[in-house]
């Protein structure tokens, strides 16, 4: 039998780097796609890179202008909160799931690739309005209906409906890399430990009773 191909949305965090893991594990030969859309800082870039080379896995890559701002992480001038806030962050990119995986598809789909996998969670969509199952399933059927190639491609978002713990707990199990990932939101050697991606972290490392490989 052939083996089955996906595409697997890769920022460089831990949850995406679970995600391409799990991926494997469920037998797809997979290719990353690595998005340079000007964010604050490119340091998640290249630890996407190494995780993907860690995995033994290609990657792409690509750049995209969002000109119009309107994110913390694409305008420096948006100060990033040190605290875990109700409601829509500031960190939130408008739109930026339906982009990526918009981009995911067409690749997908010129590979002739089975599925698409993202590492949104839980703690994501009690934010950020596209990490919501409710999306994930319009998307799917969106992408059903506006491909080419059939059977359609599946959009898989394994770690829905997990918590940071329990992703860390999987990624343990899976042997993700988790020393070469980057969670934070700013640049740098080591993580500034106060943005609410860290925060995020540090508690999933807790809960979960594992020591991150990033805090010495």
């Given amino acids: 039998m ?57 990657y792409q890559i690509l ?3 969002l000109p119009w701002k309107g994110s913390a992480l694409l305008d420096k001038k948006i100060k990033v909160p040190a605290k875990i806030k109700a409601g829509i962050p500031v960190t939130y990119v408008p739109a930026r799931n339906i982009i990526f995986l918009s981009f ?16 949104a969670h839980a703690q994501d969509y009690s934010g950020y309005p596209d990490c919501r199952p409710g999306f994930f399933r319009a998307f799917a059927k969106m992408a059903q209906v506006g491909l080419a190639i059939k059977p359609g491609i599946k959009i898989i978002a394994p770690l829905l409906n997990k918590n940071k713990a329990q992703i860390i707990k999987l990624g343990l199990k899976l042997g993700v890399p988790f020393h070469l990932t980057w969670s934070c939101y700013q640049g740098g050697k080591i993580p500034c ?9 540090a508690k999933g490392f807790k809960e979960a009773g594992i020591s991150d490989p990033l805090i010495r």
């Avoid at 995911?104 to 590492?119: C, D, M, N, R």
């Fill in 2 to 58: 052939k083996s089955k191909k996906a595409i697997v949305l890769l920022s460089g965090g831990l949850d995406s780097a679970t995600a391409l893991c799990l991926a494997k594990s469920k037998g797809y030969r997979c290719q990353t796609l690595i998005f340079d859309y000007g964010q604050r800082h490119k340091t998640e870039i290249s630890r996407a890179v190494k995780v993907a080379r860690a995995c033994g896995c290609k």
């Fill in 63 to 65: 750049k995209i202008n």
């Fill in 104 to 119: 995911a598809l067409s690749l997908a789909e010129t590979i002739k690739a089975q599925a698409v996998f993202i590492g």
């Fill in 193 to 201: 430990g106060v943005c609410d991606s860290c925060r995020w972290r």
